[in-house]
Nanobody, 125 residues
Framework: QIKVMVSGGGSAQAGGSLRLSCTTS????????VGWFRRPRGGERVGLAA????????TYDLSLKRRFTISQDSAKNMVYLEMTNLTPGDTGMYYC??????????????????WGQGTQVTVSA
């Protein structure tokens, strides 16, 4: 059974940086995608970035304008989301999720099978 745990988050000022960490366990192979999602208050969950655990290919929401970087440490089964030049618009609940046994990583919520708990990110002006 795959489990997903999220850590990091917290508060930052506009222009600052934060790093989120996602630890996965229980996967029987590495043909998975790990994605990061954000749900603003009163809004829907949207995909930000995803990474293939097999080859490290990444997918990003283009609206991020290269402010966010997803990476992985395969040895530790960890995926990171480095967020820079934060704006108040980045405020929301952030989630990590795993799509099991897939050849390509997309950012649609519906494809992801296992979700971790959310972590709040708050960016002040």
């Amino acid at each position: 059974q795959i489990k997903v745990m999220v850590s990091g988050g917290g508060s930052a000022q506009a222009g600052g940086s934060l790093r989120l960490s996602c630890t996965t366990s229980g996967a029987t192979d590495n043909k998975n995608c790990v994605g990061w999602f954000r749900r603003p208050r009163g809004g829907e969950r949207v995909g930000l970035a995803a990474i293939s655990t097999s080859d490290g290919d990444t997918t990003y929401d283009l609206s991020l304008k290269r402010r966010f970087t997803i990476s992985q440490d395969s040895a530790k089964n960890m995926v990171y989301l480095e967020m820079t030049n934060l704006t108040p618009g980045d405020t929301g609940m952030y989630y990590c999720a795993v799509e099991v046994d897939t050849a390509s990583c997309l950012l649609q919520v519906k494809w992801y099978d296992v979700w971790g708990q959310g972590t709040q990110v708050t960016v002040s002006a």
